[in-house]
């Protein structure tokens, strides 16, 4: 049986994967997947795929591209989830900002340099007209139980995460959210290593549908909400509304939305150049 490795957030967005797992479903077509959760976020799995410890990552857009062009030998497969992704403006409950304005030219804690948490805090300066050079600030904390303690201890003094993953800590008085940022773009793909894509193009295809079929009929699993909630300890009600919005795709990121990213990114100095749409993606 061919082993295969797969990094992604331990978030809900991923539940499919764990669903496909827990059925045997790849163990059925003679592949052993093994699930890695990264704490981290797409700055720990961009590492894992250059280091070859993973060989597929459910990966946020703008961070593999970005790292695509900056070296790592990996392309975007597919969409995983169509929908932007919102990221909430959260500070700490004792915080004495108040509103998004406050936090110009303060320190913002992000997991690693490249993480989405990075890369969407200077989405949100943009947003909201700062200076990138003089107005930004940064604290790495590698991930989101860094944050409550970067946040508490006021080492950093905003966090920019999914919100519907941060909402526990919001509901038990951690975090406040005081903005929504949602990206501007499709906002999970699927990446893989070129190696991999060139030696085992028949598996990673064998993956995908499998996957896909599950995505394509996830809402209509009985009860999926009070399962996402039990599992994420979340509010059936936040989990609602989440499954409102969440479109999950089965296809190939397209050329201009490729594009939009990396004018955004390079408009922002993240990325030095554009790169050709076929030096990032790979159609099966």
């Not at 827990?22 to 797409?42: A, F, H, S, V």
């Not at 940064?138 to 950093?156: C, D, H, M, P, R």
């Not at 408009?267 to 099966?284: H, M, Q, R, V």
Request: glycine share 6%; net charge negative; proline share 4%.
């Amino acid at each position: 049986m061919m082993k295969v490795n797969i990094g992604g957030v331990p978030e809900h967005f991923n539940l499919a994967w764990y669903l496909t797992l827990k059925n045997g479903e790849y163990k059925e077509k003679g592949i052993n997947l093994r699930w890695q959760d990264y704490p981290g976020g797409t700055g720990a799995m961009c590492q894992g795929l250059r280091n070859q410890e993973i060989d597929i990552a459910v990966i946020l857009t703008e961070g593999i591209i970005k790292d695509i062009i900056a070296g790592n030998p990996s392309k975007i497969v597919q969409t995983f989830v169509q929908t932007p992704l919102v990221w909430g403006v959260h500070v700490a409950h004792h915080s004495k900002y108040k509103k998004n304005s406050d936090l110009k030219g303060t320190k913002a804690a992000i997991s690693r340099y490249g993480s989405g948490s990075h890369l969407m805090a200077y989405i949100n300066a943009q947003n909201n007209g700062w200076d990138m050079d003089r107005d930004l600030d940064f604290e790495v904390i590698k991930n989101l139980e860094g944050a409550v303690e970067g946040l508490t201890s006021s080492q950093a003094d905003y966090f920019l995460w999914e919100k519907y993953t941060t909402k526990p800590l919001v509901d038990e008085g951690v975090f406040r959210r005081i903005d929504d940022c949602p990206s501007p773009w499709p906002c999970f793909v699927i990446a893989v290593r070129e190696d991999f894509i060139e030696n085992h193009c028949a598996e990673l295809q064998t993956i995908l549908e499998i996957i896909n079929t599950t995505t394509s009929e996830f809402k209509y699993i009985p009860s999926i909400d009070r399962m996402i909630a039990n599992r994420y300890k979340q509010q059936l009600e936040d989990v609602q509304d989440w499954l409102t919005i969440t479109e999950w795709s089965q296809e190939l990121i397209d050329e201009p939305t490729i594009m939009n990213v990396q004018k955004q990114l390079k408009a922002l100095d993240i990325i030095p150049k554009i790169t050709d749409y076929s030096e990032l993606t790979f159609k099966l």
